[in-house]
């Protein structure tokens, strides 16, 4: 079945470094690709998403790039803050159902 | 707050029984997922109902069913509870019909403690 792998599974920055998370898919027809994130205890929640006919967006410090060759996109966080200390969904379209990674745990360390 | 709605916030019963779950989504929304999140583990799509009907469906179990009601709540059920159905139950909506098509509102979650 169609299957999404997100790695690494836990990420741990130092507080104003970068963070990058990165997920495979293997439906070659997947075209939205959003990315969410769940703070302890929380729902989840959008923070950016990407359709296939874009390569990167941007918002403020997180960056989402799309390589539909490799058929991998990436979430690129910068100036990292303890606040964006959560769990890092990313999902891809497949058969008009969203099909989620595993998660990144990202701590950010003071 | 996300506009979904979702009751009880907590509930603690027995192996055996049966619970509902119940989901009010955002207004204006046609489309209502249900997600199983166990345990530091990540999100089970279990399945989805657009305007009252059954879209899509995921690794929902045989003693799980769900429903969407004409004002478009949802209730999802289960029965003949175990051990391994503790876990987080979310309700998200959407305003369009697809999975695939834009942003989920999730509600804060059902959680689930089978003893």
């Known amino acids: 079945g169609e299957n999404v792998e997100q790695h690494p599974s836990t990420l741990s920055v130092q507080e104003g470094d970068s963070a990058v998370i990165k997920c495979t898919y293997s439906?070659?027809?997947?075209?939205?690709f959003p990315w969410y994130k769940q703070e302890l205890g929380k729902r989840p929640q959008l923070i950016i998403d990407i359709r296939s006919n874009v390569g990167e967006k941007k918002d403020q410090r997180i960056a989402v790039t799309l390589n539909k060759t490799a058929k991998h996109f990436s979430l690129h966080i910068t100036e990292t803050q303890p606040e964006d200390s959560a769990v890092y969904f990313c999902?891809?379209?497949?058969?008009?159902?969203?099909?989620w990674g595993a998660g990144t745990k990202l701590i950010i360390k003071p | 707050d996300s506009g979904v709605t979702q009751t009880p916030k907590h509930l603690i019963t027995a192996t055996g029984q049966r619970v509902t779950l119940r989901c009010s989504p955002r207004?204006?929304?046609?489309?209502v997922y249900w997600y199983q999140q166990s345990l530091d583990q990540g999100l089970q799509f279990l399945i989805q109902y657009y305007n009252g009907e059954e879209r899509a469906k995921g690794n929902i179990l045989e003693r799980f069913s769900a429903q969407q009601f004409p004002d478009l709540h949802s209730e999802l059920n289960l029965s003949s509870l175990e051990l391994g159905d503790s876990a987080l139950y979310f309700c998200?909506?959407?305003?369009?019909?697809?999975?695939?098509?834009?942003?989920?509102?999730f509600g804060e979650g059902s959680r689930l403690t089978v003893l």
């Open positions: 999902a891809a379209s497949s058969n008009y159902q969203l099909i």
């Open positions: 207004s204006g929304d046609l489309s």
């Open positions: 998200a909506s959407s305003v369009l019909e697809g999975h695939n098509t834009g942003e989920l509102f």
């Open positions: 439906d070659s027809a997947s075209n939205y």
